[in-house]
């Protein structure tokens, strides 16, 4: 999956918890990686999580608030929850724009690149 551009929501969540799942890796091995390649590769991730959590987040709120507005006992907050669900949208949209920019080819191999180096590291493999 992270080969790939990404578009749709499901597939960039699903980014985000494989990204997730491997940070919390890392934090679990942080002695078996050189301090600086794991600097570098945890800073990758935590960037990729950030962009990704923005799109998740406004995605979400977008969510809510369209079933708010949908509930009967709000019929008088409809207008407001329906403005807040567009907007949340928007936001949501904008995120998604700024991470598919971000998510190019080059950063795709140059994160792969950095946790191929840390995997080979002389401290990681004295672990094998």
Not at 30 to 57: K, N, V, W
Request: proline fraction near 2%; include cysteine; charge should be positive.
């Amino acid at each position: 999956m992270a080969d790939r551009k990404l578009r749709r929501a499901d597939e960039m969540h699903a980014l985000r918890i494989e990204g997730k799942r491997l940070r919390y890796a890392m934090e679990l091995f942080a002695g078996a990686f050189a301090p600086r390649i794991r600097a570098r590769c945890y800073d990758s991730l935590e960037q990729l999580q950030e962009m990704l959590g923005s799109f998740t987040d406004h995605s979400a709120a977008a969510d809510r608030f369209s079933r708010w507005a949908e509930d009967r006992g709000a019929l008088q907050l409809r207008d407001i929850l329906l403005e807040m669900h567009r907007e949340e949208l928007a936001m949501a949209n904008e995120s998604q724009m700024l991470f598919v920019r971000w998510w190019r080819p080059s950063r795709r191999r140059t994160l792969r690149k950095r946790f191929d180096l840390a995997i080979e590291e002389p401290s990681f493999s004295r672990l094998a």
